[in-house]
T-cell receptor
Framework: GAVVSQHPSWVICKSGTSVKIECRSL??????MFWYRQFPKQSLMLMAT?????????EQGVEKDKFLINHASLTLSTLTVTSAHPEDSSFYIC?????????????FGPGTRLTVT | DAKTTQPNSMESNEEEPVHLPCNHS???????IHWYRQLPSQGPEYVIH???SNVNNRMASLAIAEDRKSSTLILHRATLRDAAVYYC???????????FGTGTLLAVQP
């Protein structure tokens, strides 16, 4: 199946700093990528839809100025957590769809664990 | 978004079949039924999907009720590596968005 990678797999940062997480589709071009957040023992929560060459669409309640998303190429989307605080500590997961696959199943990255101290 | 209802948890013994139920009484005619699973500390993984007919692939089978208001994911022989949270999600229409519910935590006993 298609492969989506994320980098880094884990990161620890100090409160007030910014952290960038990369999501790459390795063997297909993804016009659309998605960013999720998952707290311990909870389900995935969709944060935003990232569209190549245009602005991301954020879900209700997600601060777009805090979670900056850039989808500058067909294989790369980035999520920047700005001025991170301990409550932003979470597991961040991206996914991508191959537009040439009819049924549009999503391929997920392995996730990035962010810890803000 | 049409919602699904799944049991919070289930248990199975290794090498036995597992039937994971999902209710989706408000499903619309264009909704596909997708199943994903998430192993601990990993991103979700696509398992199977269907529309009206039962489906089989190398990972599992999907049995869909005739009225499409429920479905069952079937793992034919559970292994320890199948221990995961299984999510049943309705997917269709103009959006590509997957909205995850709480899923079913499957425990597999040796």
């Amino acid at each position: 199946g298609a492969v989506v990678s994320q980098h880094p797999s884990w990161v620890i940062c100090k409160s007030g700093t910014s952290v960038k997480i990369e999501c790459r589709s390795l063997d297909f071009q993804a016009t659309t990528m998605f960013w999720y957040r998952q707290f311990p023992k909870q389900s995935l929560m969709l944060m935003a839809t990232s569209n190549e060459g245009s602005k991301a669409t954020y879900e209700q309640g997600v601060e777009k100025d805090k979670f900056l998303i850039n989808h500058a190429s067909l294989t790369l989307s980035t999520l920047t957590v700005t001025s991170a605080h301990p409550e932003d500590s979470s597991f961040y997961i991206c996914s991508a769809t191959d537009p040439y696959r009819v049924f549009r199943e999503q391929y997920f990255g392995p996730g990035t664990r962010l810890t803000v101290t | 978004d049409a919602k699904t209802t799944q049991p919070n948890s289930m248990e199975s013994n290794e090498e036995e079949p597992v039937h994971l139920p999902c209710n989706h009484s408000t499903i619309s005619g264009t909704d596909y039924i997708h199943w994903y699973r998430q192993l601990p500390s990993q991103g979700p993984e696509y398992v199977i999907h269907g529309l009206t007919s039962n489906v089989n692939n190398r990972m599992a089978s999907l049995a869909i009720a005739e009225d499409r208001k429920s479905s069952t994911l079937i793992l034919h022989r559970a292994t320890l590596r199948d221990a995961a949270v299984y999510y049943c999600i309705l997917f269709g229409g103009a959006t590509n968005k997957l909205i995850f519910g709480t899923g079913t935590l499957l425990a597999v006993q040796p």
